[in-house]
């Protein structure tokens, strides 16, 4: 622990001035903003969401299970792209997509698999939380093919444009760890929107749609069975999936009642096409901010400014200002688009916005510094255990704030 303080002898240094003061929480603001306005990609996997809301309504495990495969591919493909940018730094991982390393391609065979498992622990929490919603045994196969058919999609996808943005940025001299989580963790939402809606879809047809989505299932199922078979005795393989494997059971189950309160949401209050085209956008800012304060917190952890205590949070308030100051902009901001298509609803969505985001900011970053601080007095991997549960664990928070803030906002306007 490094001590604080002025040292015997030393003059007390003199704190800093209001302007610098305000000059760093400018440049910590506008970072904040920066880096929180990549969300806004969000808003076209909402407005997918929104637009087929209907077909979402079919079933009954549609909606619960909707969070679960956000959440779920996004812990995937941010494990995915916290090991490949790691890797391109210290030269085991090359950027080019054909004749690469074997740490590159056991890395991508175990996020393949991981995809797999992932999609059979999500169907197995979907089909235990669905249970209060009239899930039945006859909806279990549905569901399995649903959640495999939809990683499948996801992963051919999603990936591509993980290992794409991660090669380009690096090869121009960026810095992959700056650039590749934004863009891939932003469009990843939209991607996995549009392939569970066109699952939904195809599962809808019935005798022309529904054998495409068993193909997709089938293919996918023994593809990575054949990859596993061949890839066990790999080191990079056998690491990379077994430490993946618990954070990524603890995220399907928080992602679970994330989808069960979003349904609950629907039956309470209704999920307008505001809230529905706002919902991605939401959860992903509220995450960021946690990912802000907890590496912020981290780096001063470990640079010894500061001490691995909760009541440490008290010398991390600018930070936390920042990001909470810029998370309430762009929440204010999708307030704004959700309520283009019927403006007389603005007032609403935005004290729902705002009401939610107080509730879900302030649990966030409570959790995130506790998480900070637990990682660095255990030694914790950040990557495959702690920033996974944390994420999911702000999308909870996130959905819980805004059923929360839509009673309370309805009360009133009953009143």
């Not at 910590?28 to 969000?42: D, E, I, K």
Request: hydrophobic content about 50%.
């Amino acid at each position: 622990m490094v001590a604080r303080g002025p040292g015997r002898g030393e003059p007390e240094p003199k704190p800093p001035s209001q302007p610098r003061y305000e000059r760093l929480f400018s440049a910590l603001f506008s970072q904040s903003l920066g880096a929180l306005a990549f969300n806004t990609v969000g808003l076209l996997a909402g407005f997918v969401f929104a637009t087929f809301f209907g077909l979402f309504s079919r079933r009954a495990w549609s909606i619960l299970a909707y969070p679960c495969v956000l959440t779920t591919r996004g812990m995937v493909g941010g494990i995915f792209c916290g090991r490949l940018t790691s890797g391109l730094w210290l030269g085991t991982i090359e950027p080019r997509l054909r004749g690469n390393t074997r740490e590159f391609k056991g890395l991508y065979c175990s996020m393949m698999v991981l995809s797999a498992l992932s999609a059979l622990m999500m169907s197995c929490s979907v089909s235990l939380y669905g249970l209060s919603l009239g899930v039945m045994g006859h909806d279990v196969p549905d569901i399995i093919v649903a959640m495999m058919a939809t990683m499948a999609l996801a992963f051919l996808t999603a990936s591509l444009i993980t290992v794409l943005v991660a090669f380009r940025s690096f090869e121009r001299g960026l810095d992959p760890d700056v650039v590749t989580y934004p863009v891939s963790s932003s469009s990843s939402d939209v991607i996995v929107t549009c392939c569970y809606t066109a699952v939904l879809a195809l599962m809808e047809l019935e005798l022309l749609g529904r054998p495409v989505v068993y193909l997709i299932c089938l293919a996918f199922v023994v593809a990575c069975a054949l990859v596993a078979a061949r890839e066990r005795g790999d080191r990079v393989f056998r690491r990379t999936l077994k430490e993946a494997l618990a954070s990524s059971a603890i995220v399907v189950l928080i992602s679970g009642l994330t989808g069960t309160i979003l349904n609950e949401i629907n039956v309470a209050v209704g999920l307008g096409p505001g809230v529905c085209t706002a919902y991605p956008a939401l959860m992903g800012t509220v995450g960021d901010v946690g990912s802000i304060i907890g590496s912020t917190a981290t780096t001063k952890l470990w640079s010894g400014e500061i001490e691995a205590k909760i009541g440490s949070i008290k010398e991390h308030k600018r930070e936390v200002v920042a990001a909470w100051s810029a998370s309430a902009l762009m929440f204010s901001a999708y307030a704004l688009v959700a309520a283009l298509p019927d403006f007389s609803s603005l007032p609403a969505l935005m004290a729902t916005f705002l009401l939610a985001n107080l509730m879900a900011v302030s649990l966030t970053v409570l959790l995130a510094f506790a998480a900070s601080v637990a990682t660095y007095k255990h030694g914790l991997d950040p990557d495959n255990f702690v920033i996974p549960v944390e994420s999911s664990s702000a999308d909870a928070i996130t959905t819980l704030s805004l059923l929360l803030a839509s009673t309370a906002t309805l009360a009133l306007r009953v009143r």
